[in-house]
């Protein structure tokens, strides 16, 4: 008893270690036009490349406190997003196994990633939804060996925000108007939504395009995809929710990148950046999910 105290107090010590590299991250100004400039949170710079660093660190933080995960506990998820790297970097650090469950379009740039922080893949025929049904079979066969982050029902995705990313954005630009971010799992508009009531800040969220077929890699739509467990509409607000442009995505970052010294957006943040870019507000900040260089057929289309 004493030896497995021991070793669930390393693991805690860990892992809290860990959240002092998770966030802070900049806040650049993007010159968009001689009479606009849009503040951007730079969550690229998180240790893995994306903001889900943060509910990946909170999801497991938050279970190894209750002591769901010991140091035998292999962490799955179903995603072909950046939740995966994160989780991957996160058990690498912790000494966990990690296995990851998507569909077989997961990019190789994604699959190299996930193979770097010592994931094991494992691919779906169909999309996210077949790949989640791969998974609940494999844990339905032996539960007590895994653990299911399950970012779309776990409150500890949008507690990550709400916790910490929403006040970093308050505490770096005290007078912003808007903040603007894109819809995924649900997790950072939710946690924002609730960190900002009784600030004054409004919240803007833009959703995919409607065109699934043309949709951006990352982002979800409500008229192609049913609620994820987490959202609270409620409070986000639906009147404050836009699609995206596609037809703008490439020529909006191909202008960014001229105008601000090769300054290169990522294609989910381009996507926000559709919408964010008509609005009025005097201090509008755009939460940045990754950067641009994550994406190298992306990167040759911007910068080639």
């Known amino acids: 008893m004493l030896m497995e105290q021991l070793v669930e107090n390393k693991l805690n010590k860990k892992v809290e270690k860990l959240a002092s590299l998770i966030g802070n991250t900049p806040v650049h100004k993007i010159r968009i036009n001689d009479k606009k400039s849009i503040f951007l949170k730079e969550e690229g710079d998180n240790p893995a490349g994306s903001i889900k660093d943060r509910p990946a660190l909170n999801m497991l933080l938050q279970a190894i ?5 010991t140091p035998d506990t292999v962490i799955a998820e179903s995603t072909s997003g950046n939740t995966g790297i994160g989780l991957a970097w996160v058990c690498s650090e912790l000494g966990l196994e990690y296995h990851n469950y998507s569909p077989k379009s997961l990019s190789e740039q994604k699959r190299a990633l996930l193979n770097q922080y010592g994931a094991k893949l494992f691919f ?3 999309g996210t939804d077949e790949a989640t049904k791969m998974l609940k079979a494999v844990m339905d066969d032996d539960p007590s060996i895994y653990f299911w982050a399950s970012q779309f029902t776990n409150k500890n995705n949008w507690r990550a925000h709400l916790n910490n990313t929403a006040p970093e954005v308050l505490c770096q630009i005290p007078d912003v108007d808007e903040v603007w971010v894109a819809f995924g799992s649900g997790g950072t508009s939710t946690g924002f939504a609730y960190a900002l009531q009784g600030t004054g800040v409004k919240l803007q969220v833009v959703q995919n395009t409607l065109e699934r077929a043309r949709r951006v890699e990352g982002m979800r739509n409500l008229a192609w995809i049913s609620k994820p467990p987490i959202v609270d509409l409620e409070a986000i607000g639906t009147e404050n929710m836009y699609n995206t442009d596609p037809d703008a995505l490439v020529d909006l970052a191909k202008r960014v990148y001229a105008d601000n010294d090769g300054f290169l957006l ?5 996507a926000i950046m559709t919408q964010a870019i008509h609005t009025e507000a005097p201090n ?4 940045s999910p990754d950067n641009g260089n994550r994406y190298p057929d992306w990167e040759e289309m911007i910068t080639g």
């Open 266 to 270: 990522g294609p989910t943040t381009a």
């Open 124 to 126: 779906s025929e169909g």
């Open 65 to 69: 406190k209750k002591k769901q995960i």
């Open 284 to 287: 509008a900040v755009v939460i």
